[in-house]
């Protein structure tokens, strides 16, 4: 509507498209590509997921997604199912199966992703806070997918997330799982809690965390350690003393995001 945005030299817009999840249901998108395609080459895909479950990705300057894409990949951005601006309906499909039904949203984009005629078929997955819930539950639905995935600060384990999560936390479980406690409906949590299905991984898993999160509890990260390493899962785990929920600080955000760069090229590249 206006020429006030700044500019940006080799950076593509997104495409925004649609895909139909396992289910049928129709998932909107936005594909980011690198700025300067080689034709005839083959790019690895990645897979995002935002935070928030009913939060929106939406259509803005993203500058992860644009530096991912510029170092090569085809990025896929979704709107899984419980994410707001697609009506009231498709919002409330969230509600009674956080992970457990939106997570085969993110094996449908891996889906998407590997028909296209310029991606390698290596397929990566990553997203913080409910990006990281939604990371470890597409893995545990079909983890043949994806080759390599990074949950950074989620919740893994609804049940104990309840019992260590701050105020706004506790109220955000309730809402996501119908107003029940886990007492009161622990079948719906259990299938909800992707913790128990780690034995269903084998995709290589970059966990990061800060050890002060209150929201998604750091607690959450050490419990998905100590199931990986029971089932002898790949995983590389790196958390920081000072960081809340989210990875702010800047020389904690440079780290955590020079990491996942030299994950995804390690497994994708």
């Known amino acids: 509507l206006t020429h006030w945005g700044t500019q940006y ?56 997604e644009q530096y991912l894409a510029n170092q090569g990949y085809l990025v896929l951005a979704i ?16 509600w009674g199966g956080w992970a457990a039904d939106q997570g085969w949203d993110a094996v449908a984009a891996a889906d998407y992703l590997r028909s296209r005629s310029d991606c390698s078929g290596k397929i990566g997955i990553y997203g913080g806070s409910y990006g990281g819930i939604m990371t470890l539950a597409a893995v545990t639905r079909d983890s043949s997918k994806f080759q390599a995935a990074a949950p950074f600060y989620g919740i893994y ?21 119908l107003g029940f406690k886990p007492e009161e409906n622990p079948e719906l949590y259990y299938r909800n809690s992707t913790i128990n299905f780690v034995e269903n991984i084998t995709t290589p898993l ?43 600080q800047p020389d904690n955000f440079v780290d955590a995001y020079t990491r996942l760069e030299a994950w995804f090229r390690k497994y994708l590249q």
């Open 79 to 94: 709107e899984y199912r419980g994410s707001s601006g697609y009506g009231r309906a498709f919002q409330l499909l969230s």
């Open 206 to 248: 970059l966990i990061e965390h800060g050890e002060l999160d209150r929201r998604a509890p750091y607690s959450q990260a050490l419990e998905l350690v100590e199931a990986l390493k029971k089932y002898n899962k790949t995983f590389e785990f790196f958390h920081y003393p000072d960081e809340h929920h989210g990875i702010r």
């Open 9 to 64: 030299e080799d950076v593509a817009p997104p495409e925004k498209i649609s895909f139909r999840s396992t289910d049928g249901l129709y998932i909107n998108g936005y594909l980011y590509k690198p700025a300067h395609m080689t034709a005839g080459r083959k790019y690895p895909g990645l897979v995002e997921v935002h935070g928030g479950g009913n939060n929106a990705y939406g259509n803005g300057f993203h500058p992860l």
């Open 157 to 177: 384990d609804w049940v104990t997330a309840y019992r260590d999560a701050d105020r706004l936390g506790k109220i955000f479980l309730l809402t996501g799982f």
